[in-house]
């Protein structure tokens, strides 16, 4: 079995797919780390030197490339369920499970003011208000894919432990 984590940007993915991973063994794959090393860019150059729709086509072509693979926790890029028909081949992908990591936009807004200029998408907004403006707009297109996940799991207030022990709970 694979497990899948969807959220937007700054809802704990990775650190909670990496905690998660080192409960139940499976392997730990970030989709933007996956493809920052099959391109051999980061993600802000890929976006710089090649443009969105470039970055979305190789996304879609790498997602399919580790849905192949079993026992995996993969953590996707918040944009990555959005696109194309990315949602409906996670939801049809083999034995795996996807799961909806759910964060509030203050706590959003409060995770993604420090790493702006890692994420393109915001890396322009200057001020918080700016910041939870724009988030509440895009949160709110993004939720209709989001909310098809297998489960949802609402994170605010919540340990990264806490939440993969509820995880880990709800599978095994
Ligand atoms: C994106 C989210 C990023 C990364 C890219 C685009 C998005 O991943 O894939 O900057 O469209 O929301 P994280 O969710 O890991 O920041």
Do not use: W
Not at 134 to 144: A, D, N, P, Q
């Amino acid at each position: 079995m694979s497990i899948v984590l969807i959220g937007y940007m700054g809802s704990g993915k990775s650190t909670i797919g990496k905690k998660l991973s080192e409960i139940i063994n499976f392997e730990f794959i970030d989709l933007d780390d996956y493809i920052q090393k099959k391109e051999n860019l980061s993600i802000p150059q890929i976006f710089e030197a090649k443009g969105e729709i470039y970055f979305r086509k190789r996304e879609h072509l790498y997602l399919k490339e580790v849905l192949q693979l079993n026992n995996i926790i993969l953590s996707l890029g918040g944009g990555t369920p959005c696109y194309g028909n990315n949602m409906d081949t996670i939801l049809n992908a083999e034995n795996t499970h996807s799961i909806y990591l759910k964060s509030s936009i203050p706590i959003l807004v409060r995770r993604l003011t420090p790493e702006k200029t890692q994420r393109p998408l915001i890396a322009h907004l200057k001020s918080d208000e700016e910041l939870t403006e724009f988030i509440g707009k895009h949160l709110f297109e993004r939720s209709y894919y989001y909310s098809q996940s297998n489960q949802t799991i609402v994170t605010d207030g919540k340990s990264i432990s806490a939440i993969a022990e509820e995880i880990v709970a709800s599978l095994f």
